[in-house]
């Protein structure tokens, strides 16, 4: 098995998020989305400048996840963002996280999720949360098998598809192990 490692992404990683961000969601959801509404969406979520900035927000820290000196993967918080329905006086967005579908399994997205809650837990949050497509079964059910429950839902449109997300919250006071 490939040795993993998360290392911090800096600002020189914006190209690299960017693909990673563009290539995931297109191996997820390219079934589901019109070609011209998947291309515009991904440049406008996951371009390099939009990357950038993001990196040289301190609110939204990001991690990437390497094996054998690859990066397949990445994670990004988003500090002091909250939806209705999660709970905890200082909640964390896990705003992404993402494992090329080639090397999922083997415990890569488990130490991403566990990066994430190490990272929150530090900034003394006390909820981690996301938003995941309610047919997303296969993430849907990694979740669960973290401890996440579902705390509501909200709109996620893409051109002019409208979807149903998911909002799931993990309490941070539970242990991971």
């Not at 693909?19 to 991904?42: K, M, N, Q």
């Not at 918080?77 to 399994?105: D, T, W």
């Not at 002019?160 to 998911?166: G, I, N, S, T």
């Amino acid at each position: 098995m490939p040795a993993i490692a998360i290392r911090p992404a800096t600002s020189e990683d914006a190209a690299i998020l960017a693909d990673l961000g563009a290539r995931t969601f297109r191996e997820t959801f390219e079934p589901y989305i019109s070609g011209p509404d998947l291309e515009a969406f991904l440049a406008t979520a996951y371009g390099e400048a939009i990357q950038r900035a993001e990196l040289a927000d301190p609110s939204r820290p990001a991690r990437i996840l390497e094996a054998d000196g690859m990066p397949v993967g990445f994670l990004q918080l988003r500090l002091g963002h909250r939806e209705p329905g999660v709970p905890g006086e200082r909640p964390v967005e896990l705003q992404r996280i993402y494992v090329l579908r080639a090397v999922q399994g083997g415990g890569r997205g488990a130490a991403l999720m566990a990066e994430a809650v190490e990272m929150a837990r530090a900034w003394g949050a006390d909820v981690l949360w996301l938003g995941v497509w309610e047919n997303n079964l296969k993430a849907l059910a990694f979740y669960a098998r973290t401890g996440f429950r579902e705390v509501g839902d909200h709109v996620f449109q893409i051109g002019d598809q409208v979807d149903r997300d998911l909002l799931l919250a993990l309490d941070l006071g539970r242990d991971l192990s």
